[in-house]
């Protein structure tokens, strides 16, 4: 399994509002790509600035490519993430998961953390 990893900074102001957008864009459609097996959103808020941190984990790197093209370490962005985020970070980075966190785990973080949106 690969996870891959994106780092976006917008303003705090807009840290609920680029949540809600991300669910709407890149979460939904990295969860209807082949191969996807989750995606997993942090949130830091640390006025004046939200950090996030999108993690999305790939059977193989043919099925990133259904996502992200032929260019695997270029970021995805919309059309509307250059009316939020502060910088567009062109790369993102691709990490083989050697552990995966176990099932009851992630039924617990299911239970426990609120949904984007």
């Known amino acids: 399994m690969i996870a891959r990893i994106w780092h976006g900074t ?3 102001a807009a840290a609920e509002e680029y949540a809600r957008y991300i669910e709407e864009t890149g979460v939904s459609e990295v969860r209807r790509t082949p191969g996807n097996r ?3 959103v942090l949130r830091r808020v640390a006025v004046p600035e939200a950090d996030f ?3 999305s984990f790939w059977d193989s790197l043919q099925a990133i490519r259904r996502f992200a093209g032929d260019d695997l370490d270029r970021a995805v962005y919309y ?3 250059r009316e939020f985020l502060l910088a567009l970070e062109p790369h993102v980075a691709h990490y ?4 995966p966190p176990r099932a009851d785990l992630a039924a617990h973080l299911a239970r426990i953390l609120r949904p984007l949106g």
């Open 79 to 81: 059309p509307r993430d």
């Open 38 to 40: 989750g995606v997993l």
């Open 10 to 12: 917008v303003p705090a």
């Open 96 to 99: 083989e998961v050697v552990e």
């Open 53 to 55: 941190l999108f993690t």
